[in-house]
């Protein structure tokens, strides 16, 4: 695959242990990815590096390669398991030095909360921002949402892909789309869900017919 060529829409799980107590991360996730998911975040903070590798190769191996998978903040687990990228913090590491660290070209991510944010991503060579939290989410419970109004300041500061977080799921989605996002990055709405695969189903459903609509 192509390092810098994204699937349109975007449909990005991110990974959460603690959605997958009775069942196996990578079960849920090939479930998801059956139904749809085309970009896997592995996003295990707290989960140590030897542990954290041992994942993100089983699911490289489960989800096969035409599935983007990206890593969170760690380059050097992203080299280790043959990831296609690494998304970063905010603050996180600058796209030149994951580029001399790597060595290959990789899918360069960055999460921003503010249009300021995603405008330096942007000149800083990113290929993609996750943008949030757009609606509330028992995740961030209390917590300050944007909503939609502030994907639409995006698309008109930056002219590379957005996808929304936080809070969403099959009934707002195409809010997300609408408001110009290329896709969209769930947890609960596919990890807490009973069936992941029709989870993903419904949700891909709804950003391909909005991705449809726009191209009208």
């Known amino acids: 695959m192509v390092p810098w060529l994204l699937p349109e829409p975007i449909l990005c799980l991110v990974t959460d242990r603690s959605y997958c107590v009775d069942t196996s991360m990578v079960k849920k996730v090939s479930q998801a990815v059956e139904g749809g998911v085309n970009m896997v975040q592995v996003r295990e903070k707290n989960l140590p590096g030897q542990r954290l590798l041992e994942m993100a190769r089983e699911l490289r191996w489960a989800i096969g390669e035409k599935v983007l998978l990206v890593i969170n903040e760690r380059l050097d687990i992203a080299l280790a398991c043959g990831a296609d990228g690494v998304h970063l913090g905010e603050e996180g590491l ?32 990113v290929n993609y ?23 639409v300041k995006l698309g008109a500061t930056i002219a590379i892909p957005y996808l929304g977080i936080g809070g969403i799921n099959a ?46």
Do not use: Y
């Not at 290959?104 to 060579?125: E, L, P």
């Not at 996750?130 to 509330?136: D, E, R, S």
């Open 171 to 216: 009934n707002n989605a195409k809010d997300v789309m609408d408001a110009g996002a290329a896709g969209v990055a769930v947890i609960s709405a596919i990890l807490g869900s009973d069936d992941p695969r029709a989870a993903a189903q419904d949700l891909r459903g709804v950003l391909d017919e909005a991705l449809r609509s726009r191209k009208l």
């Open 94 to 125: 600058g796209t030149s030095a994951v580029q001399k660290i790597s060595g290959r070209d990789m899918i360069i991510g960055r999460s921003v909360h503010s249009v300021d944010g995603a405008f330096w991503a942007q000149r800083d060579g």
């Open 129 to 151: 921002v996750i943008a949030g939290t757009i609606f509330p989410t028992d995740s961030h419970s209390g917590g300050r949402h944007t909503g939609a109004e502030f994907l």
